[in-house]
C-alpha cells in the first residue's frame, strides 16, 4: 500500500512539475536559511562554554553610587579583591585577574633577534598580565609548557599558537627568549589559538609578576582596571556570595567609602552570562546582543514559518483541484483513511526532499554566510555541534513534520467529509471554509515580510544617518601613525625630530601627537571638579593628552577660549597652575551653562593620585569621540611636557596615498630604526564600530529578500491557481465585453485587501520594536516615512507584477478555449 501511494505521490509532482518546483525550492531556502541562522545564534550562545568549569566560574564587576560622579557599570575591578575574596570566603577555589598593560600607561612591543642578529619587532595589543592560576580556571589547552607553572616566575610569557610562528616560524619557541619593550622575557609555553567564542580574546599572556613584584602593589583597593574571576566550590549558590559583599566592601573600603563620599557595589556574574547578557562597560571584547540573537532566532524561525505557510497555502489550494480525483476515489470505494494517507504521503515526500536539499544548500552557502555576519561560525554545521543538539533536530524536523502533517490531513480531512456528488459538482470551491484559511495564511505571510522589509529599512536609514551626520572633527585625509613603543633616553628627542621631519613633507598640512585618537575609547578616567569645592562633588572624567597641533590638525573647534600654545607645555606632574582645555560637556559639568564663562576659571583634577590645579584656557565644542551610539562625553584636555605619545595624526593632502605611506615610513624607520612601523587611515578605523550594524542591516536584507522571495513563490502559485479555478469565468466576462486591465483589478483585489489587512496590523509592531531598537543610539535617525511606507508600496508592486502577470496570461485565451476548460 506505502508503495503504491509513493508512486501515486511521484506521479503527482512530476505531472504537476511546476507547482512542485515552487513547492521544494520555497522548503529549500525556508530549511537552508534558519540552518544558518541557527549557526549563528548556536556561535553567540556557545561562548565560553568550552571551559571544563564554566559552570563555577564567576566575575566580579563593579558598580558606584551615584554620589562618586555617575560612574557605569564596569567588568573590571579592584586589584585586592581577588586575594581578599580567597581569603574571606571559603567557597572561593581560586581566583584570577586579568589586566590590560595600556591601563598602566605601557605599550608593548615584542622582539626576536634571530641567529643573524635580524630583529623582528611587532608592536602587540592584545597581551595581558594574568595571575599564575589563571590556566587552572580556564581550560585553554597547551601545546607545549606546563600550564600549571608557565605564569609562577617574573618575566614568563605563554604565546598562542599563531603568535610563536608569527615570531619562531616553524621552531619550537619553548624556553626562548624575547625582547619586551627591550626587555629579556621567556617563553614558557605555546598554547593553542583562543577560541573564536571565548570572550576572553589575546594573543599572549604575561606574568602578572612581570609587572607587579611587591604583593602589596597588586593588592591595592584603588584603580578598578583588573578583570576579576573568581572560581567557586561546584553546588556554591552565588547569591549567598553577594549577599556577604556589603560587609565585605565595609571590611576593605569604608575609609575610602568615607573618604570620598560613595559607596561600592559588588555583584557575581556567571562566566556563561558575559557575553550575551552583561550591562558592564570595559569589556575585554565587545559583547553580544541577547535581544540580537532573540531577533536573529525570530528571523530564522519567520522565514521558515513563511516557507511552511506558503507550501500549506499551496497544498491546500492545489488540493482543491484534486477534488474530483477525490470524489472518483470515493465513488470507487476508497476509505477517508485511505484518502488522508494518500495526502500525508505527498506531503512527507516533498518534505524529505526539501530537507535534503536545504541541508546541502546551507553547506555551500555557509561560508558566504560566515563572511556576511563577519565571525567565523565554523567551516561546516557540525563546528559547534548545531546539528548534534537533539533539540535543533526535534524543532526543525517537528516543524517540518507538522507543515506536512496540516498540508496533507487538512484538504484530506475536508475532501474526503464532502459527499461524491458534492466533490464532483464543485461545491468545495465555493467553500468560505476554504476561502478564509487561504486569506488568512496570505496574510500572514505579508505581515511578516512587511516587519522584514520595514527592519532593513530603519538598519539601513540609520547605518546612512551616523555616516552623513558632522561629527565635530575632519577624519579624511588622515593617516594615522602608531608612537614608538620602545623607550630610551633618546625617545623625546626622536619624537621631536620626527615630527619636524614629517612636518616638512610636501603632502603634510598638519600633524599632531595625542594619547588617543577620534573614534577610539579614551582609557583614562579621573575625577575633576572647581577649585574650592569638597572631593564630595568630583565628577567623572575622560583625560586626554594633546599638543598644540591637536586641534588644527582635525579641525576642531573652540566654543571659546584659545587653543594651547607651545610654550603652555608643562611638567604637570610636578606643577601647579597649569592649562588645561575641556570640552562643552565637562564645561557644564562645573556649572558654566555658557563656554565664556569657563575661561580663566580654576579646577581641580586628579592626575595620578595627586590634586593638580588648572586654569581653563579654552572650552573644545563638542565633538563625536567615539560612535553615535554613544552621548558626548566630559574630556579634559592637558598639554604635557613627556612623550609619552601613543599617537602622530598626520593630515595629507595627496592623491598618491601609496607615495605618501611610503615617505612617512622612510622618515620613521630612518629615525627610529628599533621600532615597528604601523599605520592606518582614521575615517576606516571610524567607520569600523559600525561594523556590527553593517553587518544586522546586510544580514537582515538578506533575509528579507529571501522571505520576499518565497512569498512571491506563494503568490505566483496562488495566483496560477485562481486563474485555472475562474477560467470560466474570466471567459464569460471576456465575452461580455470586459476589458484585461479590468479582469486584473478584478481578480487582484482580493490580495490587496489581504495585504491592507496585514499591514494595519504590522503597523504598531513596526513602532514598538523600531523605537526599541533605536533606543541603542544616542543619536539616532528616528522612525521615518519610509520605514511605513516603502514596505507597502514594495509588496504592492510584487503582487500586481505577479498576480496581473498572471491574470493578463488568462485573458489573452481564447474565450471559447476557457469556457471549454472547466
Request: net charge positive.
Amino acid at each position: 500500500m506505502l508503495k503504491r501511494y509513493l508512486q501515486v505521490a511521484i506521479r503527482n509532482l512530476s505531472k504537476n512539475i511546476g507547482f512542485s518546483v515552487i513547492h521544494i525550492l520555497g522548503l529549500t531556502i525556508g530549511v537552508a536559511s534558519c540552518l544558518l541562522i541557527f549557526q549563528y545564534v548556536n556561535f553567540e550562545i556557545s561562548y565560553d562554554r568550552f571551559h571544563d568549569q564554566a559552570e563555577d566560574i564567576y566575575r566580579v564587576p563593579i558598580r558606584y553610587s551615584k554620589g562618586f560622579g555617575q560612574f557605569e557599570k564596569t567588568a573590571s575591578n579592584h586589584p585586592g579583591l581577588g586575594p581578599a575574596m580567597k581569603s574571606d570566603f571559603p567557597e572561593v577555589k581560586s581566583f584570577t585577574r586579568l589586566l590590560h598593560p595600556s591601563t598602566i600607561g605601557s605599550k608593548l612591543a615584542l622582539t626576536n633577534i634571530n641567529k643573524g642578529g635580524q630583529r623582528l619587532t611587532f608592536n602587540e595589543n592584545k597581551i595581558y598580565l594574568a595571575d599564575s592560576t589563571f590556566f587552572s580556571i580556564f581550560s585553554f589547552p597547551f601545546i607545549s609548557g606546563d600550564a600549571a607553572t608557565a605564569l609562577d616566575r617574573p618575566g614568563s610569557i605563554v604565546l598562542s599558537a599563531d603568535m610563536a610562528t608569527k615570531y619562531f616560524g616553524n621552531d619550537d619557541p619553548l624556553n626562548k627568549t624575547l625582547l619586551l619593550n627591550g626587555r629579556e622575557i621567556t617563553v614558557t609555553g605555546v598554547m593553542e589559538n583562543v577560541p573564536a567564542n571565548s570572550h576572553i580574546d589575546f594573543d599572549a599572556l604575561l606574568s602578572f609578576n612581570t609587572f607587579f613584584r611587591n604583593i602589596r602593589e597588586s593588592n591595592l583597593w584603588i584603580w578598578p582596571e583588573f578583570h576579576t574571576y573568581v572560581l567557586l566550590e561546584p553546588g556554591t549558590d552565588p547569591d549567598v556570595i553577594e549577599s556577604r559583599f556589603p560587609a565585605f566592601t565595609d571590611r576593605y573600603m569604608d575609609a575610602i567609602h568615607k573618604e570620598h563620599n560613595f559607596r561600592t557595589y559588588f555583584s557575581m556574574q556567571p562566566l556563561l552570562d558575559i557575553h550575551l547578557k552583561t550591562d558592564c562597560a570595559n569589556e575585554i571584547t565587545v559583547p553580544g546582543s541577547q535581544r540580537m540573537v532573540y531577533f536573529l532566532t525570530l528571523l530564522g524561525v519567520f522565514i521558515l514559518i513563511i516557507a511552511w505557510v506558503n507550501y500549506i497555502n499551496l497544498s491546500t489550494s492545489r488540493s482543491l483541484e484534486r477534488a474530483r480525483e477525490v470524489g472518483i476515489r470515493k465513488v470507487a470505494g476508497a476509505t477517508r483513511r485511505q484518502l488522508i494517507s494518500q495526502f500525508l504521503v505527498d506531503s512527507t515526500l516533498v518534505n524529505g526532499v526539501s530537507i535534503l536539499l536545504g541541508l546541502t544548500l546551507a553547506r555551500i552557502l555557509l561560508p558566504d554566510f560566515t563572511t556576511l555576519v563577519g565571525k567565523h561560525i565554523g567551516n561546516t554545521l557540525l563546528s559547534f555541534d548545531l546539528l548534534l543538539q537533539p533539540n535543533f533536530w526535534l524543532i526543525l524536523i517537528g516543524s517540518i513534520l507538522l507543515s506536512g502533517l496540516l498540508a496533507g490531513i487538512y484538504p484530506a480531512l475536508v475532501l474526503s467529509s464532502f459527499k461524491p456528488s458534492q466533490i464532483l459538482k464543485g461545491s468545495f470551491y465555493r467553500s468560505l471554509q476554504g476561502i478564509s484559511v487561504r486569506k488568512t495564511l496570505v496574510g500572514f505571510q505579508f505581515v511578516l515580510s512587511i516587519l522584514l522589509i520595514a527592519a532593513t529599512i530603519l538598519v539601513t536609514r540609520q547605518l546612512a544617518y551616523m555616516n552623513r551626520k558632522e561629527l565635530g572633527y575632519s577624519k579624511d585625509q588622515i593617516l594615522v601613525v602608531k608612537a614608538p613603543v620602545i623607550q630610551d633616553s633618546l625617545t623625546f628627542v626622536r619624537s621631536n625630530v620626527l615630527k619636524t621631519e614629517l612636518s616638512q613633507l610636501a603632502e603634510v598640512n598638519a600633524l599632531a601627537r595625542s594619547s588617543e585618537i577620534p573614534g577610539k575609547l579614551i582609557a583614562f578616567r579621573s575625577e575633576t571638579r572647581k577649585e574650592g569645592l569638597d572631593r564630595e562633588y568630583n565628577t567623572q572624567m575622560f583625560l586626554h593628552s594633546i599638543d598644540d597641533q591637536f586641534l588644527p590638525t582635525f579641525n576642531i573647534e573652540l566654543a571659546a577660549g584659545r587653543n594651547f600654545a607651545a610654550t603652555d607645555s608643562s611638567r604637570i606632574f610636578n606643577a601647579d597652575n597649569n592649562k588645561v582645555l575641556v570640552n562643552e560637556v565637562l564645561a557644564a559639568s562645573y556649572g558654566f551653562t555658557d563656554p565664556e564663562k569657563a575661561v580663566g576659571q580654576m579646577i581641580r583634577f586628579k592626575l595620578g593620585t595627586i590634586d593638580h590645579k588648572a586654569e581653563i584656557i579654552g572650552v573644545v565644542k563638542n565633538y563625536h569621540q567615539r560612535s553615535l551610539k554613544e552621548a558626548y562625553g566630559p574630556i579634559l584636555y592637558y598639554f604635557p611636557d613627556y612623550s609619552n605619545w601613543s599617537y602622530y595624526s598626520i593630515n595629507i593632502s595627496s592623491s598618491d596615498w601609496s607615495n605618501s605611506v611610503r615617505k612617512v615610513e622612510e622618515k620613521f624607520r630612518e629615525i627610529m630604526p628599533n621600532s615597528a612601523f604601523e599605520y592606518f587611515f582614521l575615517d576606516d578605523f571610524f567607520d569600523s564600530q559600525y561594523q556590527a550594524e553593517q553587518r544586522f542591516g546586510k544580514v537582515c536584507g538578506v533575509i528579507a529578500g529571501l522571505a520576499i522571495f518565497v512569498a512571491c513563490l506563494g503568490i505566483l502559485g496562488l495566483s496560477a491557481i485562481t486563474l485555472s479555478q475562474r477560467t470560466k469565468e474570466i471567459g464569460m466576462r471576456r465575452i461580455l465585453g470586459a476589458s484585461s486591465k479590468t479582469i486584473t483589478v478584478l481578480v487582484t483585489k482580493d490580495f490587496i485587501r489581504i495585504l491592507i489587512i496585514a499591514y494595519v496590523i504590522s503597523l504598531p509592531l513596526i513602532v514598538y520594536f523600531g523605537q526599541q531598537w533605536l533606543t541603542n543610539f544616542a543619536f539616532n535617525s528616528g522612525l521615518s516615512w519610509q520605514i511605513f511606507t516603502l514596505p507597502i508600496v514594495l509588496l504592492l508592486l510584487i503582487v500586481f507584477m505577479i498576480v496581473g502577470i498572471q491574470i493578463y496570461r488568462g485573458t489573452v485565451l481564447n474565450p471559447i478555449e476557457s469556457l471549454r476548460s472547466q
